[in-house]
């Protein structure tokens, strides 16, 4: 009996040890308040839900490009130093495929997003959505896929069809509830 009720007081006690472990605050911090949330929720999903209001053409986004992306890019998108934005295209079945912006990505929002979370490299965020939207028009049209006077908006840019779209396979699992690893 002894044995039972020793082994029933230490479960008790680690139990409630861990509840009162995760009710104790350290004195930091707040309760997210809805305009926290919303500064950080920037995603953007390939149908284009989540892209703010702003525009861009090829025309402005020269002159962004030029000043806050050529540096690392190239002046055409195809020089470097870091990874080649132009060029590529019908190599993605070759020996040796050339993963750009004209030759793989699947959605042009999804470059959006990617250019208003991650660029400029040493400024992430530092762009306004006009320039975003600018920049966007710009690689797109030096990769053939917008004319250089395109506006692309938050009503256009889903819109845009782009060369490798149908080359990736589409996950149609209904909302599924799958095992986390």
Known sequence: MLKISAALLAAILLSTAGVHAQTRTLGIGHVARTDDVNAIDIDVLPDGQGL???????????????????????????????DLLVGGQDSLRTARPLKTVGSFWPYATTLWDYINRAMPFAEPRSLTADDVYAVTAYVLFLNGIVTEHQVVSQETLAQVKMPNRTGFVPDDRANENLPRK
Not at 53 to 61: C, F, I, K, L, Y
């Open 52 to 82: 703010p209001p702003g525009s861009g053409s090829a025309v402005e986004g020269r002159t962004v490009y030029a000043a806050r992306c050529s540096t690392c890019h190239g002046p055409t998108g195809k020089e470097g130093p870091y």
